[in-house]
């Protein structure tokens, strides 16, 4: 009952940059926590960055100073921000949300969206 869809996917050359967007939509009674997270092939997935309801944020060493992940509440949208693109960033990525509701509350994800970093 609640869905998470990202865009903004695709190829880009070192040091370039793209712009993920996540969009939550359904029965979302409060917002916990929102985020990304991103699994290359044949590794685990990790987290890049997430932010609390009060703002909050924090970054995968990897992606500090690079990645920014942003927010507008009254789109239910998130964002991410990745400048400085390196090949190591190939991945695919997913929105995380953490959503508050006695019934529907909990942990959702979104479909994936591939981000590939190549000259």
């Known amino acids: 009952q609640v869905q998470l869809v990202e865009s903004g996917g695709g190829l880009a050359q070192p040091g370039g940059s793209l712009r993920l967007s996540c969009a939550a939509s359904g029965s979302i009674n409060s917002i916990n926590a929102m985020g990304w997270y991103r699994q290359a092939p044949g590794k685990q997935r990790e987290l890049v960055t997430i932010?609390?309801?009060?703002?909050?944020?924090n970054y995968a060493d990897s992606v500090k100073g690079r990645f920014t992940i942003s927010r507008d509440n009254a789109k239910n949208t998130v964002y991410l921000q990745m400048n400085s693109l390196k090949p190591e960033d190939t991945a695919v990525y997913y929105c995380y949300g953490d959503f508050g509701g006695l019934i529907l509350g909990g942990e959702y994800w979104g479909q994936g969206t591939q981000v590939t970093v190549s000259s």
């Open positions: 932010m609390t309801s009060g703002g909050s944020t």
